[in-house]
């Protein structure tokens, strides 16, 4: 399995409150990511990183910040958590997304509950 | 708009039998095609993937084909086996390098119910 945890697995929070995600890789793959799963939606990008400080924005990123400033750690911020941010957070890390033949390798998720 | 498209939210069937999960797509763009398994409280794995250049890819019990004139592609599952019930997921990417970097574009998900 790819080096990739996840802290924390589980977190319940205020709304209003800031909440920081943090993913960590041990592969030293270039490229990170950040996935929500919603029930009905599947799986939606927040954010992904190509390189360290290297960041861009994904189909659901409101709300959301990130930052990457080693390699191996890409942190999600949820700024002011509101209720409409619980879900299920995945990070993802991929060699190289330019490769066809390289996928992605997820972790084991963050459930998080915004009260 | 959804993109990339998985019509049936569940599927059941018999061990030994065939699973086939279908996955539709809009984007003509879309030029590789991945599938992905969850288990409960677990991360995706990645299962099997095809180029738009192909019409089949096959890797032991499971097999992927893509007919890109209906924008269609399949996952079979033979023989079907209790250890295969989990959420199936679609994924797509158009290689849009300087957009998208090629991102995954994911489908909702089939759930796979294989009953002893």
């Known amino acids: 399995d790819a080096g990739i945890t996840q802290s924390p697995r589980h977190k319940v929070t205020e709304t209003g409150t800031p909440v920081t995600l943090r993913c960590h890789q041990t592969e030293n793959h270039r490229y990170m990511y950040w996935y929500r799963q919603d029930p009905g939606h599947g799986l939606r990008l927040i954010h992904y990183?190509?390189?360290?400080?290297?960041?861009d924005k994904g189909e659901v990123s409101d709300g959301y910040s990130v930052s990457r400033s080693k390699t191996e750690d890409f942190l999600l911020t949820l700024e002011s958590a509101t209720s409409s941010q619980t879900s299920v957070y995945f990070c993802?890390?991929?060699?190289?997304?330019?490769?066809?033949?390289?996928?992605?390798?997820f972790g084991p998720g963050t459930r998080l509950t915004v009260t | 708009d959804q993109q990339v498209k998985q019509n049936s939210p569940s599927l059941s069937v018999q061990e030994g039998r065939i699973s086939i999960l279908n996955c539709d797509y809009t984007?003509?763009?879309?030029?590789?095609f991945l599938w992905y398994k969850k288990y409960p409280a677990e991360g995706p794995t990645f299962l099997i993937s095809?180029?738009?250049?192909?019409d089949k890819n096959e890797d032991g019990r499971f097999t992927v084909f893509l007919n890109k004139s209906a924008k269609h592609l399949s996952l079979h599952i033979v023989p079907s086996q209790p250890g295969d019930s989990a959420v199936y997921f679609c994924?797509?990417?158009?290689?849009?390098?300087?957009?998208?970097?090629?991102?995954?574009?994911f489908g909702k998900g089939t759930k796979l119910s294989v009953k002893p």
């Open positions: 993802a890390i991929s060699e190289s997304n330019r490769d066809r033949r390289d996928e992605q390798y």
């Open positions: 990183s190509y390189g360290v400080k290297d960041t």
């Open positions: 994924a797509a990417t158009d290689g849009n390098y300087g957009g998208s970097q090629g991102n995954l574009i």
């Open positions: 095809i180029s738009s250049i192909k």
């Open positions: 984007n003509s763009m879309f030029d590789y």
